[in-house]
């Protein structure tokens, strides 16, 4: 039994919370996301985000959209808390922890081979664009800054202009997108939402149809 064996039990264990009304992965299914968006207490009540991924998370702090928690370490003692209303030993936090940080991504099913397919080699050009400008909020290794931006992304329910980048690995698996959900894909999002385009961070203008689809499949191959 490995530390991380010990945390992907209690990540997944509805005894470890009042009442066994849920466990961790009630909301982080093979801690990832539901698809969902929550109420969380953390940032206000009236103001519901979508669940986030656990891949990464421990390396792209501050976490939650906001923001609000200064890292994952502190998200998840807070979600022992105040989502489960449990108090558990530290080690059983730190054991969580070290789950979390083993996880490893998932190859995207929009590769060849394991490779990027000539699109989305196309569109990684487009991608690193300085114009166009994606890179600068979402720079390699883990296509994230760190870093709070507003990008025109405040919705009805939203008390805030600005949010953390979010890591863009594994995002093929991860819809719906942004902090409240409201893009089904990343290509409604950049083409409906104009996401990094004039007046969100960025720069689209210039582009054809065929370099949106490029760059487009790029996203989903990381
Ligand atoms: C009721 C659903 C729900 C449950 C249960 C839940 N979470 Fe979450 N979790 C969320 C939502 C929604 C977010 C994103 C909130 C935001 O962006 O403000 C989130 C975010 C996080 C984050 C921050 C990730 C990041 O990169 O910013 C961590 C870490 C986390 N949860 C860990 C846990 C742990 C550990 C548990 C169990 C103790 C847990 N969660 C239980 C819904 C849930
Ligand atoms: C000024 C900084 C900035 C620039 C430039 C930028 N982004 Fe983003 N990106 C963000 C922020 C901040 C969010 C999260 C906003 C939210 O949650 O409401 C985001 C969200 C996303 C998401 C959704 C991720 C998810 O998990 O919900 C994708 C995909 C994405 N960006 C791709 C791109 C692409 C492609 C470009 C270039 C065309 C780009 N971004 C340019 C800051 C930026």
Not at 30 to 37: Q, T
Request: a negative charge; charged letters at 25%.
């Amino acid at each position: 039994m490995t530390i991380q064996r010990r945390g992907e039990m209690f990540f997944h264990d509805a005894d470890l919370c009042f009442q066994n009304w849920q466990s961790c992965a009630s909301c982080h299914p093979d801690a990832r996301a539901d698809g969902l968006n929550w109420d969380l207490l953390n940032d206000g009540i009236g103001n519901p985000k979508n669940t986030k991924s656990m891949l990464l998370a421990h390396q792209t702090p501050p976490s939650m959209a906001e923001g609000v928690r200064e890292s994952a370490e502190v998200a998840v003692r807070a979600g022992i808390v105040h989502i489960q209303f449990a108090v558990r030993p530290e080690e059983d936090a730190v054991a969580i922890d070290e789950y979390l940080k083993a996880l490893e991504p998932v190859p995207s099913p929009y590769r060849v081979d394991g490779e990027l397919s000539p699109a989305a080699e196309r569109g990684k050009k487009i991608f690193f664009d300085e114009k166009v400008g994606c890179a600068r909020c979402h720079p390699e290794p883990l296509y994230t800054d760190n870093l709070l931006h507003d990008v025109g992304s405040r919705g009805w329910f939203t008390r805030t202009d600005a949010f953390v980048t979010p890591t863009l690995v594994e995002v093929w698996r991860t819809a719906p997108y942004m902090h409240d959900g409201k893009w089904l894909t990343i290509e409604d999002l950049i083409k409906k939402g104009g996401h990094g385009g004039e007046g969100k961070g960025g720069d689209l203008s210039g582009l054809t149809e065929q370099q949106l689809d490029d760059l487009i499949e790029f996203v989903l191959s990381l």
